[in-house]
């Protein structure tokens, strides 16, 4: 199993980034809001930083809000940031709608996001598989155009889709390389992920094209009680609710034992890829988490 970790200050993502790569992470994370409840960056720009000062630590957006964009810019953007990293970007994209006022100051109808997010796929997909590129659709018009540079990697970055309900799983059986629910228990993983592999059978894909990874608030610590108090409080806050009775069903919590055998039992269900978003408010509990993480948790799951 992959296990990765978020980053969301611009300030700070070079540290950040050489940090991550340094303690043996496999995935750096970036998501990205255009106007939320709190600072979040933008995905792109915030790793290309990434990208530029690290060497082995893959990149992935985390994810991307499609329909917030031209896809042809995401496909342009993506296909930089791979350069600059030299092929170790992945894309990861969703329809998002949580904010309506960012789809309102981008002009978009939030009422569109999921015709755009379908079209967008089909777009970047092409624009990533090389050569001049047509396509009349209802958001954009491609006129025997080529992405140039190409991304690093023949046929683009591996595509990552996000969320967890039936319309995003089979979005990601008909165009993502990895589908990437976040808030689900095992169980659910494991339907989500055999329907998106019938769906993309469906579309003469391959049975196992699509793979799991699992976007997971973490808070974890020798001190077990410390990482659970810890942990419910940011996750209550970030989601302006109470987590502590859904802590144990959404969030990997607990003793560095605790969480391995929660991911134990993910990998069961056919996660590859764990991308962790720390769940602590204070940075030094945060920093405290990371290498947490690193020390006790990293060399135990990679075999998963």
């Known amino acids: 199993m992959r296990v990765g970790i978020t980053v969301s200050d611009p300030s700070t993502v070079v540290a950040d980034a050489r ?11 970036c998501g990205e809001h255009l106007f939320f409840h ?57 329809a998002g709608g949580e904010n309506p006022r960012e789809f309102h100051a981008a002009g978009v109808d939030p009422a569109t996001r999921f015709r755009r997010t379908d079209e967008g796929l089909e777009v ?4 990533f598989g090389g050569g001049p590129v047509s396509f009349q659709g209802e ?21 990552w889709l996000g969320g967890r309900k039936n319309r995003a799983i089979r979005r990601a059986g008909r165009y993502a390389d990895v589908w990437m629910p976040y808030m ?7 339907t989500g992920l055999t329907r998106a592999r019938e769906v993309a059978a469906e579309y003469g894909r391959a049975d196992d094209a699509v793979s799991a990874a699992l976007f997971a608030w973490t808070a974890v610590d020798d001190d077990a009680n410390w ?7 940011a996750v209550s806050a970030a989601y302006r609710q109470d987590f502590s009775t859904l802590a144990d069903r959404y969030l990997l919590i607990g003793s560095p034992s605790d969480v391995c055998d929660r991911l134990a039992q993910f990998a069961a269900a056919g996660v ?24 006790s948790v990293l060399d135990k799951v990679e075999t998963l």
């Open 38 to 94: 709190g600072p979040v960056p933008n995905a792109f720009t915030t790793l290309a930083a990434a990208a530029a000062a690290t060497t082995r630590i893959r990149l992935v957006t985390s994810v991307a809000l499609l329909p917030l964009y031209p896809a042809a810019m995401v496909a342009k953007l993506a296909a930089t940031v791979d350069n600059i990293s030299k092929g170790r970007f992945e894309l990861g994209v969703g």
């Open 272 to 295: 590859e890829s764990v991308l962790v978003q720390i769940a602590a408010e204070d940075p030094s509990d945060r920093d405290r988490m990371i290498h947490t993480l690193a020390r």
């Open 19 to 29: 940090q991550a790569e340094d303690l043996g992470f496999d995935l750096l994370g």
């Open 184 to 190: 689900v228990e095992p169980a659910q993983v494991r």
């Open 227 to 233: 990482a659970r108090s810890t942990g419910v409080a």
């Open 139 to 159: 958001y954009c018009t491609l006129s025997g155009v080529t992405l140039d540079p190409p991304p690093r990697r023949p046929g683009g970055p591996p595509i």
């Open 124 to 127: 970047i997909r092409r624009l």
